[in-house]
Structure formats: C-alpha cells, structure tokens
C-alpha cells in the first residue's frame, strides 16, 4: 500500500531534535507501509480525545513525517537506522503509535520475525503489548492470522512471535530480535537490557532497536547518567553534526528554550507536545499544573530531563552572548588548558584580550564507548606548541592536575606557562566574573557547541567559602573542561587588562 498525499510542514512537526534523513530515502522507505497498516488494522483501544474504542487509528501527518524517517532505506536497500530514541511527553498517542509499530513488525517483515516489547518493569512492558493484544481482538482480520498468549502474540503462518519482555525478568541468551520498542527507557534500571537486545538483534538483516519515551532524571540511583540521557545527548551530537552516526535516528519534542522554558506558559506546552490541541486537550494541562511537582510536570509535559542540581547559567544567557568571528593571529590572547588523560576530557580555549571573545581551539573527548580512552599528551604538547606559533599568545594558563610534565616541556621551549589550579579560592572569584561578564553580554563567543553542551553541564557548588561550578557528579560522563577552560581564559585575559598599581612615592619633609 502508498499514499500519495503530499504533506509538507504539518501541524506537530518538525520536533526541536530530528535527524536529517534524505527526501529519497524517505520516498523508498516503509514509512507509508507502516502507517497505511496502522490506519488499515488497528483500533483505538481506549476511549479518548482521539476518538471510542474500537474506531480506526487515524495518524496524524506529524506522525507519518517521524515513520517516513525513522524507516527511511539507503540506495541499496538497506534500512538506513537500527538504534533510535523518540521522545514526547505523555498523552501523545506514543503507546498506540507504539503498538501499530510492534503488530507491522510482526506481520509485515520477513518470516520467523522476533519483536519484543521492553521497558523497567513488567507492568510498564504490557502497556504497549496489551495494546497491541486489544488491537488484534477488535480487528477482525488480524485476530484470523493471530494466536494470541499472555505474554505473545504468535503468527503461525509465518513462525514470527511479538513478545513482552521487562529488566524484571532473567536476560535470556539465544534472542534474535528484529524490531524491539523500548517504552519509557528513562526508567530503565541499568543499560543491561538495551544492551543485550542490541548485541542481539546483531545477526538480523535491518533490525531495530528503538525508544519511545518521555524524559525523566538525568542521573541513576548511583549518580551516573541514564542510558536513556546518554542516548538523548548522544542525538543531539549527531543532530548538531558533532558526531557522525547515520544508523542512529533521534526525534525529540521538547520547548525551544529547553529544560528552564517557563513550564506554566501554554506556548511552551505546545511546542513539546505534537499532539497539543488534538489529541491532547489543552485544558488538562491547565487543571493538573496546581496540583503536579514542578519536576514531574516538567518531564511528563514539557518533556525535558531534570536535575535536582542548579545549572550554572540561566537559559539563554550563553546564547545571548554568541558572535562568531575569526581570531587574527596578531591580536593578543590568552589560552587556557584543562583536563585529564584518562576517561574524561581535554580542551583549549582561547579568550582575546582586548575584548573578551572566546572560541575553541582544540578539544579530545572520551566517548560513552570508550571507558579506557586516555587523551595522546603528545598530541596536546603539539596542539599548544603550534598554536603559539600561529597566534599572539601572551600566556597559557593551566591546571596542573596531571599536567605538571606537559606543562614543564612546554615552559623549558619558552612558552609562557601559567598554573591556575581548579581550586576553590580560585574558581569562586573567576566563576563570579565570568557570570557577571556573560550576565552583562561583556564576553562573546563563537557558539561552538561543544563549549556550549561543557556549559551547559556545570552545575553550582555552594559552600560557606562561595559559589563554583562543578560536576554534576564524579561518576557522570557529561564533560564540563572546556567550560573550565572558559572561566580560566576570561580570568586571566582580565588581569592582563588590568593596569598596574602607581609606584609608591616617598615624600620625606
């Protein structure tokens, strides 16, 4: 089955993350097979907005725009995607959307298919696969092919079983799944099960790992990131072109101003709901908002992770200050160096004297797959080493955790190497500085967005010795150095601006 029916900008897409897909390998994907099966075969399970039980599933083109996508197939006919993260807040048709997905699976792809349906607990697994189940009695043409069992809906015709599967139950060796929809991953537990369905589906030809889900907690029970925010940063690295992963796909509704949108405004509602004003009456929203946590409304309505933490910049404020431009190598600057060698990350940033500009000059980064990646020290000597001699550098200021050797060569070739420890009596007044500074629009920068993605993962540490940023947790992933790096080069770019005290003059009477 097509459709022919040309749908451009519709109402609900595109959402604020999606992954650009080539037009022509959305035109000879299975997004239209997909949807025409979901509109053909199933029903709508519960009464709701979206209409009473039993009455077709209706699409809306937003949703056939993330089908065309996310099953989109490359010139050779392969599927383009096998890992995909979907996200929208609650009361979008997700469940439904997801069902419609696990049946086409089921009955649609190539014999002896395995679909499963995943999620935290088993409760929370058997929504989509009940729905699914109800979908099959109430279609009579799906329950004539379907054999249906508490927690399986086999096609005996075919040998292909769609099967509910939770992190509760014991991992099983021997899966071989095609299609697997993961609801709700933020509540996943650990990344055991992602993981061994992923590792799984590895001998199929065009699997699909995906999940549906709304946001939640950025940090585990043990303080490290959910595989369901790694993902989610993950996409927004690719979607930003940080990272190259064209089998990743990711489509995420959330508002424009991000996780500190004014969550009581109903613009803000709806641009992190496509379904705003159809499926979802925006009158529910009104009602609940009183009653709801602040945290809690935030993740299931607006749909961005939270943190129980205080970022270091309020929203938008780095933004504000984004103006690119080219540093001239004969205008004088200050570079700043931090990191580590092991497991975490290493930049430069450089900040102009004169008017207080900052971009980035190099950056090394571990990746989520890589725990034992370790930053090649030679390769940062050379970056600084050739970076002064392109540029006006008036000194390069340094933490000297773990960088006293680097540093010491670089010093004995006579280039100016200043320690600036990451030490509260230092980082207190530089963070005062550098906030006020960008509070006030008197720094700019180039909107590089992995300076911005380290800014935006500071927190604030209060003591009785001041404020500073930090980590949201030693165990997190999410980087912050080349932020430090920032707050170090601002610093010190003002003391060089700063005049020096008039001598003192003795008058003897």
Known sequence: M??????????GWPPRWVTKVPAADIKRGDGDRYSD???????????????????????????RKLLGSLLARKANGRRRHRTALIGMARKNGKTALGASLALAGTLLEADGAEVYACAGDREQARLVFGTAKRMIELEPELEEVCKLYRDAIEIPGTGSVFRVLSSEAPLKEGLSPTLVIFDELHVQPDDELWNVMNLGSGARIDPLVMAITTAGVRTDSLGSDTVCYRLYQHGQRVVRGEIDDPTFFFAWWEPKAGADADHT???????ANPGYGDLIDPEDFASVLPKTPESEFRTKRTNVFVSSTETALPHGAWDKCAAAREISPTEPIILALDGSWSGDSTGLVACTIEDNYLDVMASWEAEDDQPHWRVNLVDVRETV??????????EVAFDPFRMQQLAAELDDEGIPMVEFPNSAARMIPAWQSFYDATMDKRLHHSGDPRLTRHI???????DARGVRPVKESKTTRRHIDLGVCAVIAYQRANAQREPEAPPVVFITL
């Open 37 to 63: 099966f979901a509109e053909a075969l199933c029903r709508i399970t519960k009464d709701t907005v979206a209409g009473p039980v039993g009455s077709p599933l209706v699409l809306r083109d937003w949703q």
């Open 2 to 11: 097509t459709n022919s029916r040309e749908r451009t900008t519709p109402k």
């Open 265 to 271: 405004n109903p613009s803000v509602w709806k641009e």
């Open 385 to 394: 080493r050739d970076l002064c001699l392109r540029y006006n550098v008036r």
């Open 456 to 462: 935006a993962n500071m927190v604030l540490k209060r």
